[in-house]
């Protein structure tokens, strides 16, 4: 489950990187999208590590690893809101 999860991941940032190639970026955006999805993929894992305590847990899917992976720590907060507010995950 966590190796799909990664999987996804990192297909998404791929795609994401190679897409702002293509639209000729600088190196230093990229580098701060990779930064801040490396941040938000591993907050994802540690919610789903440490979540079992305060009955937190979030999917990992190429779903949420891609919100996570473009929004990084504030995808994790999007993602729990939609799980507990809205029951949508």
Do not use: D, Q
């Amino acid at each position: 489950m966590v190796m799909e999860g990664t999987f996804s991941f990192i297909v998404a940032i791929l795609i994401l990187v190679f897409i702002l190639w293509l639209l000729g970026k600088s190196l230093r955006l990229m580098l701060k999208f990779v930064l801040n999805a490396l941040v938000g993929f591993v907050m994802l894992l540690f919610f789903n590590f440490f979540g079992v305590l305060f009955g937190v847990y979030l999917p990992v899917n190429i779903i949420t690893s891609f919100i996570t992976g473009v929004f990084g720590i504030v995808g994790i907060v999007i993602l729990l809101i939609l799980k507990y507010l809205f029951h949508a995950i």
